[in-house]
Every structure is written in structure tokens, then in C-alpha cells.
């Protein structure tokens, strides 16, 4: 019988998989930012690739590789991930479980490994200047400088 961490395992690893098969399993690493707050769900996620961290839609702009990096299939993957989240929140209800407000994935390709942070609090509900994008880019550029640890 699947308990609780059996779903929320899976959930991950299936956004960790859209992101792998996104850019074509080769990346280094994967970084997956998912927010949410009473009625708002965020699911974004960025690459490490041969040292350079990037945006999903910057992949053709260091690779000799030619990535669809169309919009279609930008929504496409964000949806999945966002569908994922709203399922992982359903697990939460159905077990009883505190979802949390943030989770930071970080997916090392080669060995295999996944890392995650979550927190449960507020982070921008309650801040009138802070959006979700804000979060995301602050991460975005604190792993850019090389900051790994978030």
C-alpha cells in the first residue's frame, strides 16, 4: 500500500523527468521552483549546462544542439509541472499533511541525486512588493553566482 511520501516521491521525480526530457537529458543540473499559496501555483525550473545556468528559453544560446524551445512547449512543460503541484496538494489534503508554501528541487544529472528545500510559511502573500517571479529569479541568480546550497 502507497503512503504518503510513495506519492509526493513520484510527483517530484515526474517534474524532475518533464524538465530531463525538456532539454533532452543534457543538462547538469535541474532546478525546480514551485510555490504555493492559497490559490496560487507556481511551477518553474532552470538548468546548469557545461557551467552556464540558464533559462529554459536561452538553451539554443549555448548549445551547438538545436532545443524546441517554442512557447507551445514551454506552457506544455509548465503545465505538467503545475499539474503535479496541484497533486501533490491533493495528497497533502487527502493525508492530513501541511503543503508546503515553497519547494526548491535540485536535480545533479550525472549522479542521479535529488536534493529538496521546503518551507511553510508565507513568503509572499503577505509581502505587497514580493511576487512568485521574484523568488524564482532571486534563486535563479543566487545559483548563477554559484550559490548551490539554496
Known sequence: MKVFEDY?????????????EYVE??????FIYCSYEPTIYVFDFFYKINGSVIHK????EISNLQYDVSSERQKAALKIG????????????E?????????????DVKKNSLRANYKYELIYTNEEELMPDDI???????????????
Not at 25 to 30: L, Q
Open 57 to 60: 528559453h536561452q538553451l539554443n
Open 136 to 150: 524564482f529569479d532571486n534563486w535563479f541568480e543566487e545559483v548563477k553566482e554559484g550559490n548551490l546550497n539554496n
Open 95 to 107: 493525508f492530513n499533511r501541511d503543503m508546503p508554501t515553497e519547494i526548491k528541487l535540485h536535480y
Open 8 to 20: 509526493f516521491s513520484e510527483l517530484q521525480a515526474d517534474m524532475v523527468a518533464i524538465c530531463l
Open 25 to 30: 537529458e543534457k543538462a547538469d543540473d535541474i
Open 82 to 93: 503545475n499539474e503535479n503541484l496541484k497533486l501533490i496538494h491533493k495528497k497533502c489534503k
